[in-house]
């Protein structure tokens, strides 16, 4: 299948900093990318949609200002959290689909620990 | 809005016996309903998945079944071994594209 690769694996910052997370389709283009949060024991809560030259879509409750999401390629989607907190200590997973149609692939996950 | 319900939370069999894992959706035009596993600290690894057209699949000893008059479709494990124990999501993907899963289950197979 589909390859979707995610950078940094883990990342471990500081409260008030901002770190920046790489989703990349490495084999294929991906119009749209879809960052989930999973936090301990919880299923993955979509956060936004992210579209390929356009603004992202924010699902309810999610702070655009806050998580900032970048799609400037085709293979290339950026979540930014800003001013990072300790409740936003949580697991983010990015995902692909080649179309709309087509089956969800999944980046390696991205564990954010803010102190 | 876009709403997935899966049960049961948790579930707990002997080593061969079958796991079936149940969840229902809210949007009348979901299309695709996939099943992932995940294991603790990776990404969900999809298993089978199964699409409006279809009433049934399945694929060595998983198989999926969807009732799309009722909204429900369901997970079936047979001759569980201890391997398969794990967190395990449903999600629909509604009439907008996005991938809205179920709050999950953790199944334990005892040896």
């Known amino acids: 299948g589909a390859v979707v690769s995610q950078h940094p694996s883990w990342v471990i910052c500081k409260s008030g900093t901002s770190v920046k997370i790489e989703c990349r389709s490495l084999d294929f283009q991906a119009t749209t990318m879809f960052w989930y949060r999973q936090f301990p024991k919880q299923s993955l809560m979509l956060m936004a949609t992210?579209?390929?030259?356009?603004?992202?879509?924010?699902e309810q409750g999610v702070e655009k200002d806050k998580f900032l999401i970048n799609h400037a390629s085709l293979t290339l989607s950026t979540l930014t959290v800003t001013s990072a907190h300790p409740e936003d200590s949580s697991f983010y997973i990015c995902s692909a689909s080649q179309g709309a149609q087509g089956e969800l692939f999944f980046g390696e996950g991205s564990r954010l620990t803010v102190l | 809005g876009e709403n997935v319900e899966q049960h049961p939370s948790t579930l707990s069999v002997q080593e061969g016996d079958s796991a079936v894992i149940k969840c229902t959706y809210s949007d009348s035009a979901s299309n695709y309903f996939p099943w992932y596993k995940q294991e603790l600290g990776k990404r969900p690894q999809l298993i089978i998945d199964?699409?409006?057209?279809?009433g049934e699949k399945k694929d060595q000893r998983i198989a999926v079944t969807l009732n799309k008059t009722a909204k429900h479709f369901s997970l079936h494990i047979t001759e569980t071994q201890p391997e398969d124990s794990a967190v395990y999501f449903c999600a629909a993907k509604s009439s907008s594209y996005k991938l809205i899963f179920g709050s999950g289950t953790r199944l334990l197979v005892r040896p």
């Open positions: 992210s579209n390929e030259g356009s603004k992202a879509t924010y």
């Open positions: 199964i699409r409006s057209n279809v």
